[in-house]
């Protein structure tokens, strides 16, 4: 076995969340390394790392830090070499990523729609005034305020099994979940509505598996190379610079999407008062090239055409 592949006697460490649906993203990472490279389980260890965000579950992440919540405990032991890699959600990651570190890795794109979750098969159109609707993300909520204001929001953080426990208590009549998490936990029994991208933007990057290296770790970088989708590569780059730009975190309702097709990116991108009020749309395509160029200049021209005290809430 070449000295540069890990094995049984030192695995490659690939750190992860506990949530079932972060380990089932990090086993997606495992299997497609032990098939690219022909290896075994045992050449592989994956590594639970307990996040802030997931220890603090009853408190809206806007007062607990944001997006960084997920992410920096695991990214410490990154830096410090106690694991050799970083399986994430890449919605979940701040924009930009602390000195040391690259995430640069994707793999093939899920469904990207969010999933509208009623145990009453119920759809968004179908619920009654007043009803209540539990959610965490800040982009859900300013979508549905705008969409339906007469729905009640309330705060449901957890993962995805425990929101579905809230749902059986009656918590709320009705939450959203991303699709992806569904089919990746293979629940696709759950009673849902997957809504289209052109009435309900999905967030930057939802759907997509990153992993996360040391910036200059060459053996790592090589490991995963034969995994890395490029076309999953290429629209993340355009949404996330778009979501950069606009100073985007979980504090800040941003939705965007690019999509590819023969070399062409197109990309939609929205931006939204928390409460719903109101909200800025951008479109535009670009050549796959020009990628991150061209979500940083549907950014700037959502800034540009801001009314006065339309970002005060960044």
Do not use: Y
């Not at 701040?94 to 145990?119: C, H, K, N, W, Y």
């Not at 979501?243 to 931006?271: H, K, M």
Request: aromatic content about 4%; hydrophobic content about 40%.
């Amino acid at each position: 076995m070449p000295a540069d592949l890990p094995d049984p006697s030192n695995p490659l460490r690939i750190g992860t969340r506990g949530s079932p649906l972060a380990l089932a993203q990090a086993h997606e990472t495992r299997d497609r390394l032990r098939t690219a490279h022909g290896l075994d389980d045992d050449c592989f260890a994956v590594v639970v790392i307990k996040t802030t965000g997931d220890r603090i579950v009853d408190r809206p992440l806007k007062e607990i830090g944001g997006k960084g919540l997920f992410t920096r405990e695991i990214e410490e032991q990154l830096l410090a070499g106690d694991i050799d890699l970083a399986v994430h959600s890449t919605k979940d990651m701040p924009t930009l990523q602390p000195d040391g570190l690259v995430l640069d890795v994707f793999l093939p794109r899920e469904d990207v729609r969010d999933a509208f979750v009623s145990l009453d098969g119920l759809r968004l159109a179908d619920l009654p005034r007043g009803a209540t609707v539990g959610t965490s993300s800040l982009r859900r909520r300013a979508q549905l305020a705008r969409r339906r204001p007469d729905l009640h929001l309330v705060e449901f953080r957890g993962n995805v099994q425990t929101r579905m426990g809230k749902l059986r208590d009656r918590v709320a009549a009705a939450t959203f979940l991303a699709r992806a998490g569904l089919n990746r936990l293979s629940m696709t029994d759950v009673p849902h509505t997957a809504i289209d991208p052109a009435d309900m933007l999905p967030a930057v990057a939802q759907g997509a598996i990153g992993i996360e290296r040391r910036r200059g770790d060459d053996r790592v970088a090589a490991l995963l190379a034969p995994i890395h989708d490029a076309p999953t590569g290429t629209r993340i780059a355009c949404e996330r610079a778009f979501l950069r730009v606009l100073d985007g975190s979980c504090e800040t309702p941003i939705a965007g999407l690019a999509d590819l097709s023969d070399g062409t990116l197109s990309f939609r991108g929205e931006v939204l008062r928390p409460d719903g009020s109101d909200a800025l749309e951008v479109s535009g395509e670009g050549a796959a090239a020009d990628a991150d160029a061209l979500g940083a200049a549907m950014g700037r021209d959502l800034l540009g055409r801001a009314p006065a005290g339309f970002f005060d809430w960044r």
